[in-house]
């Protein structure tokens, strides 16, 4: 489960209440230390993320599905992180200021486990980025074998 104010990628690092981000590190000798980085994070950008959890959810989804952290990225699509209110996520979330979606890179990193539970959730396998390719395209130009195989008998049973 996610932890409220924890980073949705490593779950180690917290935002305090100010907007100071904390980064637990280890140093050589294996001691455990904590970083502030508050005055490197820029606080409009903290106000602009708490401000709209909608945009916080969809932000933390899209983290955990290029990091692979399947099992956390479902409670989104399931309406079960600690934001949704029972709200289920759109599966076809595009990263912001463009149209690429956790699709897009699942099939640039060959990552069927991505794609299959996108799909599972509604994903669209032919929604589009700003350059008119969907992830079998994209799939194609990177030779990802297996989200090439995936995606092409989802085609081939749909079409």
């Keep these: 489960m996610l932890y409220h104010n924890r980073c949705p990628i490593c779950r180690e690092s917290n935002l305090n209440g100010n907007g100071g981000f904390w980064v637990g590190l ?19 950008l903290y106000l602009k993320y708490w401000a709209n959890p909608e945009l ?6 899209l983290g ?14 399931k309406g079960e992180d ?7 996520l759109d599966p076809n979330v595009c990263y912001e200021g463009s149209r690429k979606n956790a699709m897009h890179l699942a099939a ?27 992830a079998l395209d994209m799939a194609k130009e990177q030779d990802a074998k297996r989200v090439i195989a995936l995606l092409s008998e989802k085609q081939n049973r749909s079409g």
Aim: net charge negative; hydrophobic share 45%; no cysteine.
């Design 26 to 44: 280890l140093n050589e000798s294996g001691d455990r230390l904590l970083f502030d980085f508050e005055k490197e994070i820029d606080h409009k």
């Design 56 to 61: 916080e959810r969809k932000v933390s989804f």
């Design 64 to 77: 955990l599905m290029a990091h692979m952290a399947v099992e956390d990225a479902e409670l989104f699509l």
């Design 82 to 88: 600690l934001l949704a209110k029972g709200k289920k």
């Design 108 to 134: 640039l990193m060959d990552n069927v486990e991505d794609v299959k539970l996108l799909l599972k959730y509604g994903a669209d396998a032919e929604f589009m980025d700003e350059d008119g390719k969907t």
